[in-house]
């Protein structure tokens, strides 16, 4: 597996706005994969996208996969401050091997 | 069940001193994956084990030394640890994926907080 690279590294909104994140990686993937992980606790994962998919739902998240640029953006809409969180995409080539790139601090303000 | 469980939740040791993780999942992953993760940095993979067997170890001192006695099971033995071992120790387990390529989602424990005097 390979890394993937968030972006921005942090993002600070209101509550009730919108928050994207972008992840770009290097080679083809099977599937990728986003996970939260709020302070001091295990990750949680939230959504899969395989490669043949292009766009993926679930709750309010919304996932998208542009393989040709090899970049997912990961949307949370209505965003609370229960959202307060690092988020990580997690690119899977085919292996078991998961390198987590630095993520995204989002910082939900009440 | 999807619930991987971590005993114990914090654990304080010395240098000298031998002591034991634990990590158990009952949704039938056959693979089991080690993490260390200190304070504001992403997780680094340590060891997976597939089917029982050591798949994966990544140039991990000796001092940490893993064993999965059973699908359900895996441990990880400390001895004479370091300061700079202090961390937030998670263990994972997944499925193969069900396209046989890579594996999907791991699930994750809530960690075992280690701190070394």
């Known amino acids: 597996s390979q890394q993937g690279e968030e972006d921005p590294q942090a993002l600070s909104i209101q509550e009730g706005e919108n928050a994207t994140m972008n992840c770009s990686y290097k080679?083809?993937?099977?599937?990728l994969q986003w996970y939260r992980q709020n302070s001091g606790r295990g990750l949680v994962h939230l959504i899969l996208i395989r490669s043949n998919e292009r766009e993926k739902h679930s709750g309010r998240l919304r996932v998208t996969l542009d393989t040709s640029k090899k970049s997912s953006s990961l949307l949370i809409t209505a965003s609370r401050a229960a959202d307060t969180a690092s988020y990580f995409c997690a690119p899977n080539t085919g292996g078991f091997k998961t390198i987590f790139g630095a993520g995204t601090r989002l910082f939900v303000k009440a | 069940d999807t619930e991987v469980t971590q005993t114990p939740k914090h654990l304080v040791m010395g240098m000298t001193n031998k002591k034991s993780l634990k990590c158990e999942q009952h949704?039938?992953?056959?693979?089991m994956y080690w993490y260390k993760q200190k304070a504001k940095k992403p997780p680094e993979l340590m060891f997976v084990?597939?089917?029982?067997?050591?798949?994966i170890n990544e140039s991990v001192p000796s001092r940490f030394s893993p064993e999965c006695p059973n699908s359900s099971l895996l441990n990880l033995h400390l001895h004479a640890l370091q300061p700079e071992d202090s961390a937030l120790y998670l263990c994972?387990?997944?499925?193969?994926?069900?396209?046989?390529?890579?594996?999907?989602?791991?699930?994750f424990g809530p960690g075992t907080r280690l701190t070394v005097t």
């Open positions: 949704m039938g992953h056959r693979a």
């Open positions: 084990y597939s089917y029982e067997k050591l798949s």
């Open positions: 080679t083809s993937i099977n599937n």
């Open positions: 994972a387990s997944s499925t193969p994926s069900r396209q046989q390529k890579g594996y999907d989602e791991q699930y």
